[in-house]
């Protein structure tokens, strides 16, 4: 887990109470530098100020959803391969290869357990060439 600490991991999600639950899971797993956003356009604003390892986005938001966020965050070129986890009630296939074709690295589905999340951030920290 050392290296864990190091990694800055922002939450977009417009339910604080899930926004809250993520970090949680992530602090228990040794990712203590997180952000919080409550939508795609906050998101951005926060990559614009930092630069995040991972991104964990749920996809159903109001002003800017986690798809449109994704497909803006890739034409940065300081955010054109950070991973992006899609987190969805959406589990239809359809919706996930949407997702990972529109630029997401990974997808979780709601509800999530913390290993789950664990595999799915190591898995895309890991292919990351940043």
């Known amino acids: 887990m050392g290296d864990n600490a190091e990694k800055k991991i922002l939450v977009?999600?417009?339910?604080?109470?899930m926004r809250r639950i993520l970090v949680n899971t992530l602090n228990r797993l040794g990712y203590t530098q997180t952000a919080q956003a409550g939508n795609g356009v906050?998101?951005?604003a926060e990559c614009e100020k930092a630069q995040f390892d991972c991104i964990l986005a749920d996809w159903n938001m109001p002003e800017m959803d986690g798809?449109?966020?994704t497909i803006r965050l890739r034409k940065m070129s300081k955010y054109d391969v950070t991973p992006v986890i899609m987190v969805s009630t959406e589990d239809g296939k359809s919706d996930v290869v949407q997702a990972l074709t529109q630029g997401a690295t990974d997808y979780i589905v709601k509800p999530f357990t913390p290993d789950v999340i664990q595999a799915k951030i190591e898995r895309a920290l890991s292919a990351s060439p940043h």
């Open 12 to 17: 977009v999600d417009d339910s604080s109470t």
């Open 67 to 69: 798809l449109e966020m």
């Open 42 to 44: 906050e998101a951005l």
